[in-house]
């Protein structure tokens, strides 16, 4: 996800809006950086290539060189001054006209509006419609679990969505037979989760069994104007055979964190990330700093729609890296 | 109707006239009069209850199955639209480019622009295949934080170029940014003639997406209570009006390539070739885009062809999209634009995101899946582009033609007892009369209507509901004439009660 720019790597996970970014230095720019003052005694950051820089933080180059910030504006260069009669009060003004700018005690940050030119627009278009286009961060999808492309197995199934204040309808169809196997129900979007009961799941396995294939199911979530359907498939028939006799070779020859471990994998090589997340996160009882379980249990935990579990996993193996360092 | 125990007091039965003529007379003067009577009777009962039921289905559209029964009318009009069969629309698939992260000061995943550049190249390079026009349905909007991704101002100077060089009219999609300025929509002057406005309206509620905008038009306060208002005009509008201008070159010296501020160009990595030159500013003057065809003066009480919303600093102008290519549309994308496959020659051309995209709407007469904006946005082209936009009725139309149908049928049904009476032709049960002929009426609505939107394109979206009004309106009026029996029975026996006691 991370993309690099000089050598340093950017997260759009992580990272809040900045007012301003430092996209180069120069050699001979021996930046120096004077953070708003901030009751924070800590030292300010050295300047470096993809620091973020805020309303009333200042910066300079105290060499000969340049540094540039990126400005919402567009890129400005900034050089030490060599004329010695410009007053602080000067430094601070913007020359959109020059290329360079030239400043003796530093530049300071201009803060960012909080609001657009023209927020009555912003209020009208907000209440008129939404952007029929792409724009990030998306996509992001608001059903969680069973995610496109994923297996369930039936008596473990559940429904994981993105809560949202209002009433949502939820079916599920078979795809092959193209016929509704639970729904359409209207339950309480603030849920988040649900575990259906009474869906006909004998309907999609005869259909897949008589065509012998795999029996493909579309769950739709509708609220509102918005709706979105994912694909997925029920797990039956020869890849229910193969998945138990993985998971008996795990059982047979393994105990403990290995047999944990060993059932996660099965369970993740056949898309079944719910039941992977459960196997890692039982290992996990086992071997709580494992970087690599850690990072095993992530994935599974994020692709089975588990995001507050992914999270907390996520943190606790950050902290294992800053320990380390 | 009351019509029928009027009629029948007063009928003298056939071949029983009187052979006192003076008599005769008098008695055919209180049949007239009578007649007369009882006709204005039965019209205001007619009416009476046409007003009532009218009310009862402007509360019953309002509720829950109301709702549903509209959408299911509207569904099925829209279902029986048909397309042409040359339809001069693409959309060109673009799920293929990853959303990469932008190094803007507000990090956010945008569309790799390196390769939406490949593709317009692709698009554009032999002249001689060129597409008529080409829609980026990719969100450009920059915000307060400047451009989605920094480097947009590269991207935007390229579509300018492109369009210098080869008269293709090409547009990118804006939004939010229209709440930076009147001309800062994609952050610098200069670009306003690539700027097209990607919105879709929510839809009202319990129905699909039926609408899309034909032009947003921004109110912008500035100081000393100077007003200034720019309009937006949509995606759909622009690449709908888009064809080859003879003058787009001499028009776009003065646009392209323009610096628009001379401190952002200052990376080095970027070429000297990609450096634009210094032209003199640019004149945000367009050409009108197309609109919606106006519906003639003196029809205008009865259909309109688009409306207004007003907000407070913004009107949009929306009309309702024919979404009948929409099979034909997404039949035709295409996964891969380099593809020797690809026939774009003539073409209006949209590039957008058909899959893993939350820009996805449900639209009427297809609610088994939700479209992504893209096939919106070319549908709304296409509505435009066949010069034969959808009407919908107006409110005053409707009650009117609620009220007509109650009429007709009455018409009819004294249509036929006058010529009855004039014939002798034995008894006459009115009642009868008006149901078989409101059923027949009703379903002469119920399966014209559909057939009848493919000719006149009117999406008359309660003509359901009208039916059940129709075929109800005689038994509501058979339960008031059973209750005027029940009152006229009891009349007589209660005023002889009265004159014994008098006695």
Redesign the interface.
């Known amino acids: ?3 690099t ?1 000089g050598g340093a790597p ?3 996970r992580s ?1 809040n ?5 430092v ?1 180069n230095i120069d050699s001979e720019c021996q930046p120096k950086l004077t953070k708003k003052a901030s009751g924070n005694k800590d030292q300010p950051p050295s300047p470096r290539i993809g620091l ?1 820089l805020f309303g009333g933080d200042k910066i300079r180059c105290a060499g000969p060189g340049y540094l ?1 910030l ?8 900034i050089t030490r001054s060599e004329i010695m009669w410009i007053t602080p009060s000067q430094t601070t003004k913007i020359t ?6 030239t400043i003796k005690d530093g530049f300071t940050v201009p803060a ?14 907000a ?15 608001g059903i969680l679990w069973p995610s496109d492309g994923s297996a369930v197995i039936a008596e473990h199934f559940v429904i994981r969505w993105v809560p949202v204040a209002q009433k949502i309808t939820i079916s599920i169809k078979s795809e092959q037979s193209d016929t509704t196997l639970w729904g359409p129900t209207e339950i309480d979007g603030n849920v988040g989760s649900l575990r259906p009961e009474g869906v006909r799941w004998d309907l999609a396995r005869d259909k897949s069994q008589a065509g012998n294939h795999q029996s493909v199911l579309t769950l739709s979530l ?1 609220y509102g ?5 994912v694909h997925f498939s029920l797990v039956g028939g020869q890849q229910e055979q193969e998945i138990n006799s993985s998971l008996n070779l795990w059982e047979n020859h393994t105990t403990g964190l290995a047999l944990h471990l060993g059932r996660g994998y099965s369970f993740l090589r056949h898309q079944l990330f719910d039941e992977a997340a459960a196997e890692y996160d039982t290992a996990l009882n086992f071997a709580p700093n494992s970087r690599y379980l850690l990072e095993e249990a992530i994935l599974a935990n994020r692709l089975a729609g588990k995001r507050d579990r992914a999270k907390e996993l996520q943190m606790h193996l950050e902290s294992q890296s800053e320990s380390i360092n | 109707m009351k019509t029928r125990h009027h009629g029948k007091a007063e009928r003298p039965p056939a071949g029983q006239e009187s052979p006192n003529s003076s008599s005769s007379e008098d008695q055919q003067e209180k049949r007239v009069r009578t007649a007369k009577n009882s006709f204005w009777f039965a019209l205001a009962t007619t009416l009476a209850i046409a007003v009532a039921l009218l009310a009862l289905k402007e509360r019953v559209e309002k509720t829950k199955y109301g709702m549903l029964f509209e959408q299911m009318s509207y569904d099925l009009l829209q279902y029986r639209l048909k397309p042409e069969t040359n339809v001069p629309l693409l959309v060109v698939d673009i799920s293929s480019i990853p ?13 790799d622009r390196r390769q939406l550049q490949s593709v317009v190249d692709v698009l554009t390079e032999d002249s001689e295949k060129a597409p008529r026009a080409i829609g980026l ?3 450009f ?1 920059p ?4 451009y ?1 991704d ?1 480097d947009d ?1 590269r991207f935007l100077n390229f579509l300018l170029k492109k369009r210098k060089e080869t008269n293709i009219p090409i547009f990118v ?1 804006v ?2 940014s ?4 009147p001309t ?1 929509w994609l952050k610098e002057p200069i670009y306003m003639p690539l700027a097209a406005c ?6 009202e509620p319990g129905q ?2 039926r609408s899309m ?1 034909e032009w ?1 038009q ?1 109110e ?2 500035g100081d000393y209570l100077t007003v200034t208002t720019n309009r937006c005009y949509s ?1 759909g509008a622009e690449l709908a009006s888009a064809k080859p201008d003879p003058r787009a070159s001499e028009k776009t010296d003065s646009l392209a390539c323009v610096k628009p ?7 080095p990595d970027v070429p000297a070739s990609e450096m634009p030159v210094d032209l003199a500013p640019a004149s945000l003057e367009r050409d009108v885009p197309a609109s919606v065809k106006p519906v003639p003066s003196w029809l205008r009480f009865a259909i309109i062809s688009s409306t207004m ?1 007003n ?4 009107t ?1 102008s929306q009309f309702l999209v024919d979404f009948s290519a929409l099979e034909i549309l997404s039949n035709c994308r295409l996964q891969d634009p380099a593809d020797s496959a690809l026939e774009v020659k003539d073409k209006i051309v949209i590039l ?2 058909t899959d ?7 639209v009427p007469g297809r609610p088994e ?2 479209y992504p ?2 096939f ?2 070319a549908s709304a082209a296409y509505t435009l582009l066949r010069g034969n936009p959808l009407y919908r009725l107006t409110d005053s139309s409707r009650r009117i033609m609620d009220l007509l149908f109650a009429v007709i049928i009455f018409g009819a049904v004294t249509a036929i007892r006058v010529f009855r009476t004039r014939k002798n032709v034995g008894d006459f049960n009115e009642n009868s009369y008006t149901r078989v002929i409101s059923f027949l009426f009703a379903l002469a609505v119920v399966v014209g209507t559909p057939f009848l939107v493919r000719i006149f394109h009117v999406m008359w979206d309660d003509f359901i509901l009208v039916s059940i009004a129709l075929v109800a309106h005689p038994l509501i009026e058979r339960k008031i004439d059973e209750l005027d029996d029940r009152i006229r029975q009891r009349s007589p026996s209660s005023d002889q009660s009265r004159t014994k006691a008098k006695e």
């Open positions: 996800m991370g993309m720019l950017l997260d759009v990272q809006p900045a007012d301003a970014r996209m973020d540039e990126l400005l919402p504006d567009g890129l400005m260069r959109p006209s020059k290329t360079q700018f960012v509006p909080t609001n657009s030119a023209f927020s009555e627009i912003t209020k009208d278009l209440k008129y419609g939404v952007p029929g286009a792409t724009r990030g961060p998306q996509p992001v999808s509708a104007g918005h709706s979105e359907e | 959303m990469v992260s932008s190094n803007g000061l507000k990090p956010r995943l945008v569309t349905d990719v969100d909007s915000d307060q934080y400047g989605a920094p101002w999609g939004n939010d229209l709440a930076l300025g800062n990607v919105v879709v309206p929510f839809p699909s997406t905008p947003l921004g912008y306060h995606m501020d001379p401190h952002i160009f200052v990376n919303r907000g407070q600093r913004l949009e957008g995101r893993q995209t939350n820009d996805t709407f449900t899946k939700p904006g893209v919106l946005h």
